[in-house]
Structure formats: C-alpha cells, structure tokens
C-alpha cells in the first residue's frame, strides 16, 4: 500500500505548492543560483577553523541568543551610522524573512510583492499563512510606481517586499520610489538587498531610508557578495522596535555558536572576501555587452547575474547547455534564462556552450 503526501494531514492552503528547487547538479560549471565563484582562501579556511575550535570548547552551552558580537560587527561593516539594535541576523536571509512575515504577516493579512520577483517571498508568505499578492512589473521589470501606490490602497499589505537588485531580473530600484511606496505602505516595506554590494556605481542602498521611516527593512545576508552562502547568514537593519518584534517569534538560540563564530570572524576578514566584487562586477558588464553584440535581449544588471532571452524554446537551451556541463537557472518571465556571473573561465565555457546551444557558432 503507498502512503503518499496526500495522505497526511497536510494543510489545505499547503496542497499542491511545490518546494523551492533550484537544481542541485554535480556539474563542473556551476552557474544557477547566484553564488560568488571564489571559495574562502586556505588562510581564511583557516582563521575559520580556529575560531570554530574556540566555539567548540563552549558547545555545551546555549550559544548567545541575541548575538551581539556578530550584529556588532554586521552593524559595523553597514555603517550609515546602523547601530547594534538596529539589526537582526538569522540563518539566512531567508529565516529573516519568515520571521518578518511571522511577526507581521498570518491568517486575514496580505503581503505584496512585485513580478517577477525572488520565488522566496511568496512561498515564506503562505507558508505563514499570509495571503501573497502579486503586482505584474512592467516592461522594463521596473516598478511602475502608480500601480503599486494602486495596490496598496487596495489589498492594505501589512508586508510589502522590494527587492532591489531584483532577482531574476538585476534590476535596481530608485529610491525616491521605495520613499513613495513606504510612505503610502500601511504596514513595514522589506526592501531585499542580498545583491546589494554588486550594486553599479551611483545605485543608492535603502539603508540611507531608515532613519527617515522606522517601517523600512533593510535585508541583507552572507551568502552572495560574501561567499558564505554555506554558512548560512542572513541579517537586517531596521528600526530597533523591528528587532524587538522579531525577538517575539525567534526560536530562542536559533544562531548556533558555531555560525556565529563563523560569521563574526569572516566579517574582520571582509576585505579579503569583497575582494572579488570588483573583479565580478566587471565580467557582469562584458558579459551584458557581448550578450547585445551577438543578438540576445538582455535586462541591465547591477547584481551578480543576468537575464537573457528570448527564446521560444528557453527549455531547450536550457537542456543544451546542461549538456554542455553548464548548469544555469530557467527562471523570469516566459522565453528568459538567468546565468550567475562565475569566474572569467567559467563566464567563457558559458558563452562558448551558448553559442552552440543556439546554433551561433
Ligand atoms: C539569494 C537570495 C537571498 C539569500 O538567501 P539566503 O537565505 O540569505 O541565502 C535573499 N533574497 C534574494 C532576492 C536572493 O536572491
């Protein structure tokens, strides 16, 4: 007798939603879901395990529940004169996000979000048993502002998500609209910055918002600029009323010591793990440039991916490049694919694999 899913008393909003799966292959050129490329150095790897050690001796005690040190040192490394209580940091971004919609989301409440977008923020909203509204982007994946001020007045989200870079998009958001959609927000705006340090040049960061609206989130996290996405660090800045609000629904201890330790001593080595943005950055731009000069449509990114098309048949492409050992990510809008700015060799087996794929070369 087969005893399946639909055999437990799962949840009726639950039936039939599908896990988050970005496909993970044992491929050599591994370029889907918006890791930095550059492992930790062996010094570094290092330093880590030093620490970890130290944490070690200390593991049969409850770690700090309210990791100080590390938002001390994530406070530091924000500046715009983010204080310690000023932010939150959890097992990911993604634990923070939930424990925003934990605290202000649930049952009768809605939370809004912007198309294409992060496939995250609605599958944390229902899972919290929040209603998910989408608003279409328009053509440019920009925010058109006058739609949002539109949904707003009409759902009343006690959540609204911005997401700037955007993903799959790479798109930026200006901040005199993310000022325009808080002060029209009735609850707290979350603007999702895990791309924030690939930014271009001139992008401004939400974190100069914060003291003017004490209902705007900044999140960020660990797992992209950074090269820790296996750490898993996620972290946010926000008025301190925000942290205490979370503090209501935290497991308590759900930072171990372990991640702690990890995290604090990769932030005093924050220069050494940026180090590489610079150099992404710039195979970001050549890659959108020679992604335009052999004929593909592509959205301006200021994050560490990009999003080409069109295609008919964009599953198709995405199967022959898979073939070709290059692992990218079928996601956006319809005819679209997202491909991870990796190292500049990884970056050249994806474009010589593309040029195959599409009978260019
Ligand atoms: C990758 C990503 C995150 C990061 O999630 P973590 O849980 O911190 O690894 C958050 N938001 C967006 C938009 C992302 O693309």
Excluded at 2 to 21: A, K, Q, V
Excluded at 207 to 229: C, D, G, Q
Excluded at 296 to 312: I, P, T, W
């Amino acid at each position: 007798m087969s005893f399946t899913l639909n055999d437990l008393p799962l949840r009726d909003d639950l039936r039939g939603s599908s896990p988050y799966g970005a496909p993970q292959l044992d491929v050599p050129v591994v370029l889907n879901t918006n890791e930095n490329p550059h492992a930790p150095s062996p010094e570094l790897a290092k330093a880590l395990a030093d620490a970890v050690s130290d944490a070690a001796l200390t593991l049969n005690r409850y770690p700090d529940r309210d990791a100080l040190a590390l938002r001390g040192a994530l406070a530091d490394y924000l500046g715009h004169g983010v204080t310690t209580d000023q932010v939150w940091a959890a097992n990911g971004s993604n634990e923070i996000l939930q424990q925003i919609l934990q605290a202000f989301g649930g049952p009768g409440r809605v939370a809004l979000g912007f198309e294409p977008s992060y496939s995250m923020h609605p599958i944390i909203t229902r899972g919290t048993n929040t209603e998910w509204v989408a608003v279409p982007r328009g053509d440019d994946f920009a925010v058109d502002t006058d739609a949002a001020l539109a949904a707003i007045a009409e759902h009343r989200p006690s959540v609204v998500f911005l997401t700037s870079p955007n993903n799959p998009t790479g798109t930026a958001l200006d901040l005199d609209d993310v000022r325009r959609i808080a002060e029209a927000a009735p609850g707290v705006v979350v603007v999702d910055e895990a791309y924030a340090e690939f930014r271009r040049e001139g992008t401004p960061s939400a974190l100069t918002l914060l003291e003017e609206h004490p209902r705007v989130i900044v999140s960020r996290t660990m797992s992209k600029a950074f090269a820790l996405a296996g750490a898993r660090v996620g972290y946010l800045a926000a008025h301190p009323a925000v942290v205490e609000a979370l503090q209501l629904v935290r497991l308590p201890y759900h930072l171990s010591a372990v991640t702690q330790a990890v995290a604090v001593t990769a932030l005093s080595h924050a220069d050494e793990l940026l180090s590489t943005v610079a150099d992404l950055r710039a195979e970001r731009d050549g890659l959108v440039d020679w992604l335009r000069g052999e004929g593909f449509s592509v959205a301006d990114s200021d994050a560490n991916f990009v999003m080409f098309g069109l295609f008919e048949d964009r599953n198709r492409v995405w199967r022959a490049l898979l073939e070709q050992q290059v692992l990218i990510r079928e996601t956006g809008p319809d005819g679209w694919l997202r491909v991870t700015v990796g190292t500049a060799q990884e970056t050249a087996a994806f474009r010589a694999a593309l040029l195959r794929a599409t009978g260019r070369r």
